[in-house]
């Protein structure tokens, strides 16, 4: 790809996920952000956080207006990422979509099927070189050439579900081999990150 994915760009990318969800328990809200932040950042647009420790003690500090961000964007010759979001476990067994960037997608995978479905059932990270290449996948976008799913496990320790996985984040390429172990490493802090903010009570079944 045109942009370097090193540890110093995810080091970036994580202290923004830190800041966008700090103070938030809101599972939605927080996928929603984190889903932006990740398919602006991989595919070439500066996100540069400012304030955003808003008070959220009465409920309604942020009901009318966005995150206190500013966009700068940057010549993006060439798409990282064509497709950034999360399934949510909402029946038992069962991905359903929930907030996403990109193309109307797949709306429901069961567990143990295609690449979201395999990493859930497994409950641990795949990444596909080429999914052409592997057996049973699923091809929501005709353009994905190889994907990322990191499932999203409950490790909060005593809670109902610990251990259960309670959605994945999914990440498609429209090119061959574009994730590496950096990007597994660094995907998977950005998922605890977003885990230990959330409260998934009423969104995953499993909790």
Not at 93 to 107: D, I, N, R, T, W
Not at 164 to 170: M, Q
Request: hydrophobic share 35%; glycine share 8%; with cysteine.
């Amino acid at each position: 790809s045109s942009q370097q994915r090193d540890s110093s760009f995810y080091a970036s990318v994580e202290a923004e996920a830190r800041s966008l969800v700090k103070g938030e328990e809101d599972a939605i809200a927080n996928m929603a952000n984190i889903s932006s932040l990740l398919y602006h950042r991989l595919n070439g647009i500066d996100i540069t956080l400012e304030s955003h420790d808003e008070d959220h003690d009465d409920g309604n500090s942020n009901m009318n207006e966005g995150p206190s961000s500013s966009f700068k964007e940057k010549k993006n010759p060439s798409i990282v990422s064509n497709w950034v979001g999360f399934y949510i476990t909402r029946r038992p067994s069962m991905l359903v979509l929930g907030p996403f960037q990109g193309k109307p997608a797949c709306l429901r995978i069961p567990f143990g099927r295609g690449v979201c479905g395999n990493s859930a059932m497994k409950k641990q990270t795949e990444l596909v070189v080429d999914v052409h290449h592997y057996p049973g996948h699923i091809a929501c976008d005709s353009a994905s050439q190889s994907e990322i799913v990191v499932p999203l496990i409950n490790k909060k320790k005593g809670t109902k579900g610990e251990g259960e996985v309670v959605g994945v984040l999914d990440i498609d390429s429209p090119h061959v081999g574009t994730f590496s172990e950096i990007d597994r490493e660094a995907l998977e802090k950005i998922v605890d990150i977003l885990m230990e903010a959330c409260s998934w009570e009423g969104i995953s079944c499993v909790v």
